[in-house]
């Protein structure tokens, strides 16, 4: 977890905590690595840093900086790891995939009019899901070009803001709305649309038995 412009890493067992302490103003986002033994975050400020680090050893291992200005809102990684995939918190919400161990921008593009909350890769396909305020988009990453195709809201409503996202193994995309719904895409549209939660749901997680939401409402469901 994050505490200002500090990571922590909390070893619940020995009770004991370690610290990353490579950014230069407040951390806002977090994203684990699939080995969960490496750790992506992004900070806010001009020219933002976007630090990958090992929790382990606490090192440094790429520090990717000189394309998002104001802040980093939201980063994931690949399924296989070795690309990740930032949104900045520009006036264009940019976009940029990377590859982080040689530190090169694959690709990049405007994101959004509206702010975007969260971004991942499709295990599936590696194509990428962001959502955010009044959208959820769907991209594909064609040269050093990311084409975005807005998705098709044929049930519940586009007027909100879609705070939450996870993606199952199996390629299923879940977006969670401000209103308390849970979406289901398929082929960029709502194929299933269900009310979970009474507010916002803030977090989704595709688990073992199902899935797994987490509301304003101080709720946890499965």
């Given amino acids: 977890?994050?505490?200002?412009?500090?990571?922590?890493?909390?070893?619940?067992?020995?009770?004991?905590?370690?610290?990353?302490?490579?950014?230069?103003?407040d951390i806002i986002c977090l994203g684990m690595h699939p080995d969960f033994n490496i750790?992506?975050?992004?900070?806010?400020?001009?020219?933002?840093?976007?630090?990958?680090?090992?929790?382990?050893?606490m090192q440094t291992l790429t520090v990717l900086r000189g394309f998002h200005d104001n802040g980093i809102c939201a980063v994931s990684f690949s399924s296989g790891g070795d690309k990740l995939v930032s949104v900045g918190i520009d006036t264009d919400h940019s976009i940029a995939v990377w590859n982080w161990e040689t530190g090169a921008k694959i690709a990049s593009a405007t994101g959004h009019v509206h702010r975007?909350?969260?971004?991942?890769?499709?295990?599936?396909?590696?194509?990428?899901v962001t959502t955010g305020v009044s959208h959820v988009k769907f991209w594909t990453v064609t040269?050093?070009?990311l084409r975005g195709k807005s998705g098709a809201f044929t049930q519940g409503s586009r007027d909100q803001a879609m705070v939450s996202l996870t993606i199952s193994k199996k390629g299923r995309i879940y977006s969670g709305s401000e209103q308390g719904e849970?979406?289901?895409?398929?082929?960029?549209?709502?194929?299933?649309?269900?009310?979970?939660?009474?507010?916002?749901?803030?977090?989704?997680?595709v688990c073992r038995d199902g899935l797994c939401s987490g509301g304003k409402d101080g709720k946890v469901m499965v």
């Avoid at 750790?39 to 050893?57: D, E, I, P």
């Avoid at 975007?116 to 990428?128: G, K, L, T």
């Fill in 39 to 57: 750790v992506a975050t992004g900070q806010v400020g001009r020219k933002a840093l976007l630090c990958v680090w090992n929790t382990f050893t």
């Fill in 143 to 145: 040269g050093r070009l």
């Fill in 116 to 128: 975007i909350f969260c971004v991942a890769f499709n295990p599936s396909d590696d194509s990428i």
């Fill in 182 to 205: 849970i979406y289901r895409w398929k082929n960029a549209e709502v194929d299933t649309l269900v009310m979970a939660h009474e507010g916002p749901v803030f977090a989704l997680w």
């Fill in 1 to 25: 977890f994050v505490v200002g412009a500090t990571g922590v890493i909390y070893n619940p067992v020995q009770h004991t905590q370690k610290f990353f302490n490579g950014h230069t103003d």
